[in-house]
């Protein structure tokens, strides 16, 4: 059953998935969006990156954790996308080798005033390593269809 | 010649890059991090996507702009990477066929208090369509080496 604006609660808290970063992986995107060399040369990275080793680009862990999202929640979501994201940071570099999940918490609801069927609702978004390290935080306003538009939407 | 703290000014603007958006890379980006139907399914998207046709993950419009960033600007960057961004915004979605470009504001640098020896410094990068419709914009804080620590750095 889709997941509709009403459906969210601000305060709430789910925590999904399970994502293995391998080193071929984080190769390949690097070499293909993000080809600087603490990204693409692990040999070289791990004697001069102030990471200490290959790490993952931080898009590269941005993608990850949308398909994390994708799998467990919006697939069965009424979205319509997302409008954008504030504050997205990278705590700590990603790994090959971590196993990273995602925890999602619902901050605030707000009701399009222009157009009643839809509504926006903010997320704190945080990606962890399997020690529960964060690698990634984020807010994603996200815009949502509404069940019952003659709701107040709460 | 690596571009230092010190060789970027508050008010300076560069535009830079050509990057085709191809149906093939957005199907298998899309397949991979963001698999939803209006990314995945080009016949289903343009008969009933809100967005009139088959559009790139946002996720993928940031990765190809990263990509325009790496080449034309961190390649020559004596930078440490992005400690995060700041209000990442989708205006519009990107479609195969579009050729994208960049534009750099250098909007604050702040030398660091701690360590001397750095710096950061917030931008505003857009992404936009050979048109001028903007794609993509946000306001990475990035972490530069300071090529004399003695100075103020600006």
């Not at 060399?37 to 070289?44: G, S, Y």
Request: hydrophobic letters at 35%; glycine letters at 8%; a negative charge.
């Amino acid at each position: 059953m889709p997941v509709y604006f009403e459906d969210l609660t601000v305060g709430e808290t789910q925590s999904f998935g399970s994502y293995d970063v391998t080193e071929a992986e984080v190769l390949a995107f690097a070499e293909e969006y993000d080809p600087q060399w603490f990204h693409t040369d692990p040999e070289r990275a791990s004697e001069e990156s102030a990471f200490g080793a290959l790490a993952a680009s931080g898009w590269h862990t941005a993608a990850m954790t949308m398909r994390l999202l994708v799998d467990n929640h919006f697939s069965e979501a009424a979205s319509y996308g997302a409008v954008g994201v504030d504050e997205l940071r990278w705590p700590n570099p990603t790994f090959p080798g971590e196993t990273l999940s995602v925890t999602v918490d619902v901050l605030e609801k707000t009701p399009s005033e222009s157009t009643p069927d839809r509504g926006t609702v903010r997320t704190r978004v945080t990606t962890e390593n399997e020690a529960g390290e964060p690698k990634l935080t984020m807010e994603p306003i996200v815009l949502y269809a509404r069940r019952d538009p003659s709701t107040g939407g709460n």
